[in-house]
């Protein structure tokens, strides 16, 4: 009860306050309705919905552990559980779905053309971020510079220092005539920004659009959020990582002990893919022709629900063919099984497989999910180390000279239920996110857990079960 004031303000509070209350509602109606009808036919009509809910999860594309996952609620609750399901399932129509004309190259290039119509770009040069100060700085002074265009693409966006910072900044670029449109997640940023915030973007003529807000009645699109991470200023340079806009990932304002994040930003050709992603979130749909290619090629790409997925299918294979070393930042690590398989499998190989988590968490939920998930990957010769001054935001995978990063997780709702984007880079860059890597490991300590309680083995095996859809 101490720490009851605390929670009440927390967004994950209120979010899981109305799911719960929505679920109740749910429940409620369902353990009433044998008082409307005959108790055979209520319990018929029961199970002939559990048995055609469990048709449909059957018939379904997607992850094998997600459809478990959503078979133990049906099985837990059957009637409510089948109308959790149906609600939380409904097929809409996919979103941010970008197209750039031209001749796939090869390689994942190929992969990401058929995938999410991506393809490499030229670059002049780039720049790999180890804090979120370093990735505000160099962003706040592009957006000051912007003569044409900002677009801003953030899952959270928080009043405070930074956000002042950022309305300095768009005044510049408004006065040298740039075009300022703005899109947030309706869950990231709710309780976040109000609408006075709101009201002094617009009155820099600003357009904004909150993308699924919270709403108080159950909607399939509530499970389907925003979580990417991109600044582009004219269309000359972009931004990608993990940082979003808010106190904490300049350490102004972290609860959680010091907070590392990174990012990265891109001159030149490449910057053009990720304007295209922002303006297919803005327009529903893109398309863009294929822009050049040079000396230096990146690969800019991206994921939406319900439409065919890149990430983790590129994730796999880059893990698979590494010969040398698979070094990972993440704030959550909840994998699939293939995903799972590949660590394993490289890590017996002999290669290198090290995974760096937080050690101070900002969801304990997660956390407890990340160990239970290390734990039995550990065994296979993975190892995992926690960033002991605090909470590891980063998102980057290594795999020998190849540099993965963006807005994704390693974890479930990255690579199945949001809006995700990121950039491939090979040379140069991916040595400095590897020193990064390296610095950062100075800081860390190996996990070790001693023998757990009966509880806390029967939560995690609870929690890993449900661990697709949180």
Same mark, same amino acid.
């Given at each position: ?163 002042n910072c950022f309305i300095s900044a768009l005044e510049k670029a408004r006065v040298n005539g740039a075009e ?63 940082? /979003? ?5 300049? /350490? ?23 304007e295209g992603m922002f303006l297919a979130m803005w327009h529903g749909n893109y398309a863009m022709p294929a ?70 968490p900002d969801k304990k939920y997660a956390f407890a999910v990340s160990k239970a998930f290390a734990q039995t ?40 239920? /949001? ?19 390296? /610095? ?31």
């Open positions: 009860m101490r720490n009851f004031p605390k929670l009440f303000f927390k967004l994950n509070f209120w979010i899981i306050a109305l799911i719960a209350v929505q679920i109740t509602a749910i429940i409620f109606l369902c353990l009433y309705l044998p008082a409307f009808l005959p108790i055979t036919l209520a319990f018929a009509l029961m199970w002939l919905l559990t048995a055609v809910t469990s048709v449909v999860l059957l018939l379904r594309c997607g992850s094998p552990e997600v459809k478990c996952a959503w078979f133990l609620v049906v099985a837990i609750l059957p009637v409510a559980g089948a109308l959790i399901f149906f609600i939380a399932s409904v097929k809409k129509k996919p979103q941010g779905i970008l197209k750039v004309e031209g001749v796939p190259q090869d390689g994942f290039a190929r992969v990401a053309s058929s995938a999410c119509g991506t393809l490499s770009a030229g670059y002049d040069r780039a720049e790999y971020f180890a804090e979120g100060r370093d990735f505000w700085n160099c962003a706040l002074s592009q957006i000051e510079g912007a003569k044409k265009s900002v677009y801003i693409e953030f899952f959270i966006i928080c009043r405070g220092h930074l956000f300022i449109k703005i899109i947030t997640d309706g869950v990231g940023s709710a309780f976040r920004v109000g609408r006075k915030d709101l009201k002094r973007l617009k009155s820099l003529g600003a357009e904004i659009k909150v993308f699924h807000r919270l709403p108080p009645f159950p909607r399939a699109n509530i499970n389907l959020r925003d979580h990417r991470k991109i600044i582009t200023v004219d269309g000359r340079v972009a931004f990608t990582g993990g940082v /979003n806009l808010a106190d904490e990932y300049i /350490n102004i304002d972290s609860p959680y002990g010091y907070w590392k994040d990174t990012g990265v930003a891109v001159w030149g050709e490449a910057s053009k893919i990720f822009p050049q290619t040079g000396e230096k090629n990146c690969l800019p790409y991206y994921d939406s629900p319900g439409h065919r997925a890149f990430c983790e299918d590129a994730y796999l294979g880059a893990i698979c063919s590494a010969k040398e070393r698979v070094h990972i930042f993440t704030p959550y690590f909840c994998v699939s099984d293939k995903t799972a398989s590949a660590l394993s499998l490289t890590a017996r190989r002999g290669v290198d497989v090290t995974v760096v988590i937080p050690h101070i990957l550990k065994e296979s010769g993975v190892k995992f180390f926690e960033y002991t001054p605090g909470f590891l935001h980063a998102k980057c995978l290594i795999c020998d000279d190849a540099l993965f990063t963006g807005s994704y997780n390693f974890d479930f709702r990255s690579t199945h239920f /949001n809006y995700e984007c990121g950039i491939m880079f090979e040379g140069d860059i991916c040595e400095q996110a590897e020193l990064d890597f390296q /610095n950062t490991l100075t800081l860390c300590t190996e996990m070790q857990e001693g023998r757990l309680s009966r509880l806390k083995r029967l939560s995690r095996f609870v929690l890993r079960l449900f661990a697709p859809l949180i």
